[in-house]
Nanobody, 117 residues
Framework: QVQLVESGGGLVQAGGSLILSCAAS????????MGWYRQAPGTQRELVAT???????NYAASVKGRFTISRDNAKNMVYLQMNSLKPEDTAVYYC???????????WGQGTQVTVSS
């Protein structure tokens, strides 16, 4: 089992920045993808950004150019730098870790991001 703990959410004005962090409780040695998803009230959870253990990134079109994902495999951490935040970025942001070719899929508890206009 792997526990994921997010931090860094909060309230920010439109145009501002936040950094989200996610710590995994232990290192995962198989090929995997870590990333961020978000869910606003009344909507489905959606992909924000992911990064594979090999460094391949994937971004939602709505955040491309504004958000940057990074990871530190030595520290079992993944980060999301969010710039130029918009009210529509308001959501609970969830950290995810899943294996490629393996059956595991872990979620964090989520951290609230609220962007005021």
């Amino acid at each position: 089992q792997v526990q994921l703990v997010e931090s860094g959410g909060g309230l920010v004005q439109a145009g501002g920045s936040l950094i989200l962090s996610c710590a995994a409780s232990r290192r995962v040695f198989s090929i995997n993808v870590m990333g961020w998803y978000r869910q606003a009230p009344g909507t489905q959870r959606e992909l924000v950004a992911t990064m594979s253990s090999g460094g391949t990134t994937n971004y939602a079109a709505s955040v491309k150019g504004r958000f940057t994902i990074s990871r530190d495999n030595a520290k079992n951490m993944v980060y999301l730098q969010m710039n130029s935040l918009k009210p529509e970025d308001t959501a609970v942001y969830y950290c995810n870790l899943h294996g490629l070719g393996s059956g595991y899929n872990y979620w964090g508890q989520g951290t609230q991001v609220t962007v005021s206009s």
